[in-house]
Every structure is written in C-alpha cells, then in structure tokens.
C-alpha cells in the first residue's frame, strides 16, 4: 500500500468520523518486529520537522537501545511510516505521528524513551554557547523545534539538574542572532518552569531571573532588568554562599547594567569584587577571568581612565586569543575595544586597523546582520568622522542604522545613539 493511500484513508476518517479507520496503519504495524516498533514510537516524541538521524542515534543512546538502526529505518521508510527527505534527515506526517504516539503509551519502555529523548535534546542546548557564531547556529538549528519540544511536550521527564536547559538553549540561540522577541518566551518560559518544580528558592531560579534580566538588558529595558539581577545576585548568595562563580557572574551583570546607566560609582567595586572572586575560584586563566578584565577596563574607558583600561584591554585581548583561539566572537569584542580606546586618545592609525579586523571577524562569525557587526559598523564611522572622513562614515553609520532598528527596534539607546551620529555626521557635512 502506497504512503498516500494510506494517508487518503486517515485524513477521510478525520472528516468523516468514520470509527476504526486506521486499519491501514494497524497493518503496516502488525507487521514490524518489536525493534522497529520501538524505533517508530522514538520517532514519534520528535516535533512535526524534519528529523536530522544522528538525533534519533543519540535519542536511542540515551535510552539504552540497541539494534541495527539503520535497517529499521529502512524498514519504517518502506512501510511509509517514515519519510526520507534528504540524506540523514527525515520526517513523519503529522497523522502517522499521532498514531504513533497512541503506540508510545502503550509499550512498556515509553517513560524510557521519553527520558533518553529528553537527554539527547539537552545534550544539544548545552552545546549552544551564549553568542553562537553562524556555524553553531547552522549546526543547532534543525535541532530546534525538537528542543522547544522537549521543553513544553516533554519537561516532566526531564531529570531535575537538566529542566531548565531546554529553554537556555533555545533563547541562546535566538537571543545571539538578535532574535530578542523570540527569546523572552523561552526565558520565561524557564523561570515559571523551576518555580513549579522547585518553589521561589532554587540555584534554577536565580539562574533563570538572571537569564530573563540579560535579555531585558539586551533589549534596552535597563528598569526591568534591575530588580531581577539584584533578586538573583541575593538568592545566589542565600543558597550558593558568597564564594560561588555564580555569585561573580550576577555581581558582573549587574555591574554591567549599571555602566550602561552611566552610574560608574556603581558599577566598580561590583567589577573589581567580580574579577578577584573569578581569580580566586576559577584561576587567573580562564574566559569569565579574561570577561572580568574587558568589563572593568571598558568601564574605566567610559570614564576616560585611559591609562588604567588600557593595560586590562590588552590582558584580556591576548588571555581570549590563548583560551579561546584567534577566530572568536569574545576575541572580536577585545580587539574592538582596544580599537575604541585608542580612537579616545587620538591615536586613530592604531585603531583604524583593530576595528576593521574586529568588524571583519564579527562579520565572518556572526552575520552581516548581527548587533555586534551594528557596534562595529559604528565605530569605524566614529572613526572616520573623526578624521573628517565623512564619505566614508557615513555609509557605515547607514548599515549599523539599519541593523539596529532591525534587531532592537526604533527606540532602543543603541539605535538612538546610532541614529544620533549619523545626524551628527550630516550636520557637520553642511557648508
């Protein structure tokens, strides 16, 4: 029987309410072998996308079964169970899958496979770092609609150190393409999930307050963000003790938060007391130690403490280039830095090449449209303008416009701020 004769008879079923109409799948599943079935009823926890294999693998890994995978696929595909769409990628029709799933609740090793699927799916979403380059984002995302579904299908059988990972994945990925709209549910989404499981005191709370407070930062919502990272820096400490990288992590943040306000008196000893504990827990070599470093010297470089960022700017740029290797988003962030710095003091043939390196950088890892390459599109014009160089500014100030309104929207300080330069720009054209 043909995939679309089978399929003709399920969908007249479901416009006829005809009863016991899924004969033609009944005998398609009569007649695979125990394995095979097993297979098809893991496939069915998937979410209505295509499949890539090596997640069925690990799905399969992660719950102890073991059989010739491949020749139950090919077993699945030719009883038009499954669909082959390209090599290694794969999908179910959304009738078959329900079926499928009546199945699932019927086997004995159903709460097996859902734990083993669950797993497999963290596994990825602890792969996703907090600025994926566009190779981890092309590698993540035919794993994301599977993952947003183990997050709201599947999350009660998600163990309790792995529940809130899903959805730190998923805004991840969304969050580091500039996607902040498409972000905030799954930040959400990972807060009232821990306080169901875990009540108000819980690490998973304060991990998932101080997640949501970053992206209402990213977003611009500076009133927002406040009072959750203060939440989560004080429950940190209640349940984590003062000595805890987490700990470090919200003093930064909020410490963050407050340079961008402007309110530096502020920000300073929660950098200083943020990078010794950093030093003190994690060693002096180590990516949140080299973060530590950019984060005060940007905040002295605000100041105009030139002299005391520099020599910080620099720490950091050659401690990401050793940990992190010469092709990394945080390594194209130090290089723009010290360009910026340099631009302050006037020495613009220093920074001049640092910025179309760290633009360059941003653009080959990030994408043309990312709010990193809008930073740096606008530095450079910030550069150029300096120098009088307005022809060629002014180009640049347009693209990293367009980019911000894109990603933060009209009214978020950064696109006011670029949209104030290239005003700026255009006066300082006029005859």
């Known amino acids: ?6 399929l003709a008879r399920l969908q007249k079923q479901a416009s006829t309410g005809e009863s016991g109409v899924a004969a033609a799948f009944e005998l398609n599943w009569q007649s695979l072998e125990p394995e095979a079935q097993k297979l098809a009823c893991l496939l069915s926890l998937f979410a209505l996308a295509p499949i890539p294999w090596s997640l069925v693998e690990s799905a399969a890994s992660s719950s102890d079964l073991e059989f010739d995978f491949k020749a139950n696929c090919i ?3 030719e009883r038009y169970l499954l669909q082959k769409l390209a090599e290694d990628s794969y999908q179910v029709h959304e009738r078959i899958r329900e079926l499928l799933q009546q199945k699932l609740e019927e086997l004995a090793e159903a709460d097996e496979l859902k734990r083993g699927f669950c797993q497999a799916m963290v596994a990825i979403a602890e792969d996703i770092p907090e600025t994926p380059t566009l190779i981890e984002i092309a590698q993540a995302t035919l794993a994301i609609p599977h993952l947003g579904e183990t997050a709201t299908v599947y999350q009660a059988w998600l163990s309790d150190d792995d529940l809130i990972w899903p959805f730190v994945g998923l805004a991840r990925f969304y969050k580091g393409q500039g996607a902040y709209v498409q972000a905030l549910p799954w930040r959400e989404q990972s807060l009232s999930a821990a306080r169901k499981r875990f009540g108000d005191e819980h690490p998973d709370v304060a991990t998932s307050l101080n997640n949501l407070a970053l992206l209402y930062k990213s977003q611009g919502r500076y009133s927002d963000a406040e009072p959750l990272y203060i939440k989560a820096l004080t429950m940190r400490k209640r349940l ?3 000595e805890h990288p987490d700990v470090a992590t919200s003093l930064n943040n909020l410490a963050l938060l407050y340079d961008s306000q402007g309110r530096y008196s502020d920000a300073e000893p929660l950098l200083i007391e943020a990078l010794a504990m950093r030093k003190r827990l994690l060693g002096d070599e180590h990516p949140d130690v080299a973060t530590s470093l950019n984060n005060l010297a940007a905040l002295y470089d605000s100041q105009g403490k030139y002299s005391e960022a520099e020599p910080l700017y620099i720490e950091a740029l050659a401690m990401r280039k050793r940990l992190l290797g010469d092709e990394h988003p945080d390594v194209a962030t130090s290089l723009n830095n010290v360009a910026f710095l340099y631009e302050s003091q006037g020495r613009y043939s220093d920074a001049e090449p640092l910025l179309i390196e760290a633009l360059a950088m941003r653009k080959r890892l990030l994408g043309d449209e990312h709010p990193d390459v809008a930073n740096s599109l606008n530095n450079l014009a910030f550069l150029y303008k300096s120098q009088g160089r307005y022809s060629d500014a002014e180009p640049l100030l347009i693209e ?3 980019i911000a309104e894109q990603k933060f929207g009209a009214n978020h300080p950064i696109t006011i701020t670029i949209r104030a330069n290239l ?5 300082n054209r006029q005859p």
């Open 400 to 402: 990293a416009l367009e």
């Open 1 to 6: 029987m043909m995939l679309a004769d089978i």
């Open 75 to 77: 077993v699945l595909v």
């Open 423 to 427: 005003e700026n720009l255009r006066r």
């Open 240 to 242: 984590l003790g003062d």
